[in-house]
T-cell receptor
Framework: ETGVTQTPRHLVMGMTNKKSLKCEQH?????MYWYKQSAKKPLELMFV???????ENNSVPSRFSPECPNSSHLFLHLHTLQPEDSALYLC???????????????FGPGTRLTVL | AQSVTQPDIHITVSEGASLELRCNYS??????LFWYVQSPGQGLQLLLK??????LVQGIKGFEAEFKRSQSSFNLRKPSVHWSDAAEYFC?????????????FGTGTRLTIIP
């Protein structure tokens, strides 16, 4: 595997389910990101991890819980979601969090989440 | 308010025709500027970026973009499109505040190519 991979690619869940999204990067990067991509809206940055430490939480509801056990893996734990949470969730990585302008972000293909 | 705008939601062009996708920004100082492409079922890929210097920037896949300060624009162009260029294109900015930099994306332009 190369680049940034995400599993599963598609997920359908009920509002009472608990599920997790997984992201893995094979680029030796130290920063990882979760984005939410909803139809007709700009990509929204959700969380940022730099060297396994969470550095940003952009007012994301607590029903989304990220976890970064090491620099190569990032999880997004989902619990008691709402239908409006249905979206494409993208993971990205970069060399580190400093100077986003110089550190290109590499994106995974995303997980298409549908909440019923 | 600071923002990045892509006025065209959907553009259709014929294969072999030229292409221009528009991007405008509203920031106090010129931000760093980027164009990303998202092919169906794939993540975003960086096409090109502008920091300073030559206002015409060359990118991958035959794309180029021109920064025009007077118009606060960073339009993406390609002289002759190929069917494989069908995708969604996102303009993004990073404000030059040297603090906690964050990529801010436009809403995207979906490009359809007709034979």
């Amino acid at each position: 595997e190369t680049g940034v991979t995400q599993t599963p690619r598609h997920l359908v869940m009920g509002m009472t389910n608990k599920k997790s999204l997984k992201c893995e990067q094979h680029l030796g990067h130290n920063a990882m990101y979760w984005y939410k991509q909803s139809a007709k809206k700009p990509l929204e940055l959700m969380f940022v991890y730099n060297f396994k430490e969470q550095t940003e939480n952009n007012s994301v509801p607590s029903r989304f819980s990220p976890e970064c056990p090491n620099s190569s893996h990032l999880f997004l734990h989902l619990h008691t979601l709402q239908p409006e949470d249905s979206a494409l969730y993208l993971c990205a990585s970069s060399q580190d969090r400093a100077r986003v302008s110089y550190n290109e972000q590499f994106f995974g293909p995303g997980t298409r989440l549908t909440v019923l | 308010a600071q923002s990045v705008t892509q006025p065209d939601i959907h553009i259709t062009v014929s294969e072999g025709a030229s292409l221009e996708l528009r991007c405008n920004y509203s920031y106090g100082a010129t931000p760093y500027l980027f164009w990303y492409v998202q092919s169906p079922g794939q993540g975003l890929q960086l096409l090109l970026k502008y920091f300073s210097g030559d206002t015409l920037v060359q990118g991958i896949k035959g794309f180029e973009a021109e920064f025009k300060r007077s118009q606060s624009s960073f339009n993406l162009r390609k002289p002759s499109v190929h069917w494989s260029d069908a995708a969604e294109y996102f303009c993004a900015v990073v404000p030059m505040n040297f603090g906690n930099e964050k990529l801010t994306f436009g809403t995207g332009t979906r490009l359809t190519i007709i034979p």
